[in-house]
């Protein structure tokens, strides 16, 4: 790949979805991931609370059936008992290995442990504490924020950048040192400006509200109130 498109040169870097992965995978020693509705707000609730998770590609029946046969639980994306949904998570019990399956961020995790960088996960919850850790990490080289996105139901599921993604590696891009792409700075910018407050008027806030989860929103947009880093060793967030 080209290396503007690796958007080369920059210490700090933002891209979207699995081909940022790919973009960036190859030169930055660490990649956060980035998925605030819900998958990295629900990690950093179950790691606050002394869980690990399992993050699975999304419709990967196999690896949700090697996870039960491990004796795993295996989340669900809706629920109130151990799901996708950060309000399932504010009980787990210490010591919990969860499975979550997860169209974008538990996918993400995925895709980015392959590259052979140090992966781990944030959001606004942790933002301040992730970007230290990441810097901590990289030392020298590169660090890239991958910003997940959702999903348009349309065919072939083509990728929605999406407001609280943005927001989520804004905040962390804004603890991170200068050295930023024009991507990075953007994302830093808008979050700077805004902060959480308009998070919960965005399309996908506004879709779990309408499905019954406003408590879910509320904790996603809670800024700085954790200091978990979960990152991800041998598949496991922790």
Known sequence: MDAWFRQAGYQVRLEWGPDGVTALGGDCAVLVIVDVLSFTTSVDIAVSRGARIMPLRWKDEAAEENARLAGLPVGAAFGDKLSLRPSSLTSIEPGTTLALPSANGATLCALAEETGAHVLTGCLRNADAVATRARELAGERPIGIIAGGERWQLPGDPLRPCWEDLL?????????????????????????????????????????????????????????????TPRLSNGVLS
């Open 168 to 228: 989520g590696a804004g905040a962390i891009i804004s603890a991170l040192p200068d050295g930023r792409s024009p991507e990075a700075e953007m994302a830093a910018r808008t979050y700077q400006a805004t902060g959480a407050e308009m998070l919960a008027d965005c399309v996908g806030a506004k879709e779990l509200v309408a499905a019954g989860y406003p408590d879910d929103v509320r904790l996603a947009t809670e800024v700085n109130v954790s200091t978990v």
